[in-house]
């Protein structure tokens, strides 16, 4: 499988401009784990940290649920991966998670994200809350989970060229 990624037109509206680079840095992510093994995904960057390709998509998954399901669309739904006992849970990996069922999971996550986001304009704020209480925008979402995958993918560019070496955007 080979990810295609595109950069949003540098003339391009507000929203596809936002849409396009939250989606680049979403298909970044998944360029990141190609051609890797499972066990190749789920093997952690440096000790005594935990943080891993699989582990990163799993993180992935709960933060796109929790911003455009419980947030933005005020839905009741649960984290997948992690729990007030367990507050760091997806990346805690137990060995059995295989890369397809991480990816399918991760993938229905932003196609929900996305049907909730069609939903709102920009600036309309979301039905649910941020954890302080604040009502928010969908472009202050949108904002937000730019620079979550941006970061995340510098993560996950040191953790790909430990594994094998490759390196690049």
């Known amino acids: 499988m080979t990810t295609r990624r595109h950069e949003p037109a540098m003339d391009a509206a507000d929203r596809p401009m936002l849409e396009g680079w939250l989606d680049y840095h979403r ?13 190749q995904l789920r093997t952690a960057s440096v000790p005594p940290s935990e943080l891993s390709l699989m582990g990163l998509a799993r993180h992935m998954a709960d933060v796109e649920r929790g911003w455009y399901r ?6 009741d739904a649960d984290p997948l991966h992690y729990s007030e006992a367990d507050p760091d849970g997806e990346f805690h990996l137990t060995g059995t998670e295989t890369w397809q069922e991480v990816y399918t999971t991760w993938q229905a996550e932003i196609e929900i994200a996305r049907r909730n986001a069609a939903g709102f304009g ?11 209480g604040e009502r928010i925008t969908l472009r202050w979402i949108h904002t937000h989970m730019i620079e979550e995958y941006a970061r995340h993918n510098g993560h996950a560019d040191l953790i790909r060229e430990r594994l094998d070496g ?4």
């Open 27 to 39: 298909r970044t992510l998944a360029h990141k784990c190609e051609d890797l093994t499972d066990e």
């Open 70 to 75: 419980r947030v933005l669309a005020g839905e």
């Open 122 to 132: 920009l600036d309309d704020l979301a039905k649910g809350r941020h954890r302080f």
């Open 166 to 169: 490759t390196t690049g955007d």
